[in-house]
T-cell receptor, first 108, second 115 residues
Framework: SQQGEEDPQALSIQEGENATMNCSYKTSINNLQWYRQNSGRGLVHLILIRSNEREKHSGRLRVTLDTSKKSSSLLITASRAADTASYFCARSNYQLIWGAGTKLIIKP | NAGVTQTPKFQVLKTGQSMTLQCAQDMNHNSMYWYRQDPGMGLRLIYYSASEGTTDKGEVPNGYNVSRLNKREFSLRLESAAPSQTSVYFC??????????????FGNGTRLTVT
């Protein structure tokens, strides 16, 4: 499969803890994007990291990219109940290839 | 700011019926996309339109047709619905980027059930 693969498939943590999700891929990329999907809604773009970048931050979000290992991780620090959602990585090389997502549950 | 608007939100069809899913964006984006999302799977691209007047097949185009009516609107048509087309359908738009897909803006989806 050319899809990105996220792991874990599901993650349940206490509010205030950090959440880490990983994404692996098989072929070269131009960039890799992370999206969030709340239940019953469309996907919302979070961060785009280019193949020549190693780390990017946006608020409580930190994304890393290791092109030698063909993997990326999304870290959400100090999680909140509102972070409960599914998170998807999508790798870009002329077209976007999507992983199956990580379902994150933040317990109050 | 409406962004990407999809209609209808829900639809139930019988096998063999036809319908058109509508999508409109107000961000002046050149590129538009139709995806389907099935449980446990990532998004799969059905068709896309890189610019007004052009459409191309994606990963799973069989059973679907599209029309890029103008820069704002991109519709998806099911000519003869099948139960395998039960899914959630998302429309998205973006600025074009050669070899470097720009972030996508998504609508809230159409939940289609074919019985």
């Amino acid at each position: 499969s050319q899809q990105g693969e996220e792991d874990p498939q599901a993650l349940s943590i206490q509010e205030g803890e950090n959440a880490t999700m990983n994404c692996s891929y098989k072929t070269s990329i131009n960039n890799l994007q992370w999206y969030r999907q709340n239940s019953g809604r469309g996907l919302v773009h979070l961060i785009l990291i280019r193949s020549n970048e190693r780390e990017k931050h946006s608020g409580r979000l930190r994304v890393t990219l290791d092109t030698s290992k063909k993997s990326s991780s999304l870290l959400i620090t100090a999680s909140r109940a509102a972070d409960t959602a599914s998170y998807f990585c999508a790798r870009s090389n002329y077209q976007l290839i999507w992983g199956a997502g990580t379902k994150l549950i933040i317990k109050p | 700011n409406a962004g990407v608007t999809q209609t209808p939100k829900f639809q139930v069809l019988k096998t063999g019926q036809s319908m058109t899913l509508q999508c409109a964006q107000d961000m002046n984006h050149n590129s538009m996309y139709w995806y389907r999302q099935d449980p446990g799977m990532g998004l799969r691209l059905i068709y896309y339109s890189a610019s007004e007047g052009t459409t191309d097949k994606g990963e799973v185009p069989n059973g679907y047709n599209v029309s890029r009516l103008n820069k704002r609107e991109f519709s998806l048509r099911l000519e003869s619905a099948a139960p395998s087309q039960t899914s959630v359908y998302f429309c998205a738009s973006s600025e074009p980027g050669t070899g470097n897909i720009s972030p996508l803006h998504f609508g809230n989806g159409t939940r289609l059930t074919v019985t």
